[in-house]
């Protein structure tokens, strides 16, 4: 019941509303006049950058769980599908400064809320269970993030730049880059709390 349309959430407005012929009140209505009210359109990109390794280091560098700690194979990217949507990424590709360094493959789908790992190598059978988070590997060309300063960008089929992130030489540090609140596209990137990674959870080390 209303009496005016500030008293109405948004996409709503204050209306007559009839039973058969006769208007029996006033309440607040979709101003589309529809049943349903479509949702708000995702401010920002679906996808997002949120934690980039690029100098895995003896202590804690072990990123992909196969116990053991590998300056190429332990580089990863992750992804996070912030929208409320199942995103598609065939064709997708993640690139460096230098060159493309990942092309998702065909029927790579990100559900809505989760993270995607992409490794610079090593076998996904020995990884550990990384929060149950989608893992792929960069078998061909490794990732190839280089410790002093890069770029990583994410690109969608077309081309069109869906996210980016650079860093200079705190890259190297043996410590990832992570958005400061997990899955934030406005959150900056800050050196990972407390210890050298997160891959595939949260910095708390919980699921997506």
Known sequence: MCTADDGCPEGFKCMSVATGS?????????????????????AGPAI???????SPKTSGGDANGDGTMSAVNDEFVELVNVSGSDVDLS????SDSGMTRFVFPQGTI????KALVVFGG?????????????????????????NTGDSVRLTDL?????????????GGAGVALVR????????PFVAHPG??????????GSAF
């Open 22 to 42: 006769y208007i029996t009140s006033m309440q607040c209505a979709p101003t589309n006049q529809t049943c349903t009210v479509p949702p708000p359109p995702v």
């Open 48 to 54: 997002i950058i949120n934690e980039v390794f690029a």
């Open 91 to 94: 064709g997708w590709k993640l």
């Open 110 to 113: 990100l559900p809505a809320g």
């Open 122 to 146: 090593g076998d996904p059978a020995k990884y550990g269970a990384l929060g149950g988070a989608k893992v792929l590997v960069a078998s061909t060309s490794h990732l190839g993030l280089n």
């Open 158 to 170: 077309k081309g069109n730049e869906v996210n980016k992130m650079s860093f200079g030489a705190e």
């Open 180 to 187: 400061s609140t997990d899955g934030d596209p406005k959150a």
């Open 195 to 204: 210890k050298a990674h997160s891959a595939g959870v949260r910095q708390d």
